[in-house]
Nanobody, 115 residues
Framework: QVQFVESGGGLVQPGGSLRLSCAAS????????WGWYRQAPGKQRNLVAT???????TSVDSVKGRFTVSRDNDKTTLYLQMNSLKPEDTAAYYC?????????WGPGTQVTVSS
């Protein structure tokens, strides 16, 4: 009954910015780490960034300095601020717990970086 729904994707030019949102519904008990994942065509779904229950964040090297993960104070909405976007950032973006639970995948939101 836990659901994540991503939004905020779109078409953006290289160097542009987008802010993705992830709304969580249903009860999630206990402390957990939230993660953003992405999947490019023909490639596997990979972790991009995380935020722990205490607020500590991590990100993969390829997005450090460009992407920032955050959450609302009510801890029901996750964000990914994406700056200085590159064509290689083009992918469907998903949120989930970390480690992920296969039952929690939402529809994803498509980010396309192209001129």
């Amino acid at each position: 009954q836990v659901q994540f729904v991503e939004s905020g994707g779109g078409l953006v030019q290289p160097g542009g910015s987008l802010r993705l949102s992830c709304a969580a519904s249903g009860r999630i008990f206990g402390y957990y780490t939230w993660g953003w994942y992405r999947q490019a065509p023909g490639k596997q779904r990979n972790l991009v960034a995380t935020i722990a229950s205490g607020g500590t964040t991590t990100s993969v090297d390829s997005v450090k300095g460009r992407f920032t993960v955050s959450r609302d104070n009510d801890k029901t909405t996750l964000y990914l601020q994406m700056n200085s976007l590159k064509p290689e950032d083009t992918a469907a973006y998903y949120c989930n717990t970390f480690p992920h639970d296969s039952n929690y995948w939402g529809p994803g939101t498509q980010v396309t970086v192209s001129s």
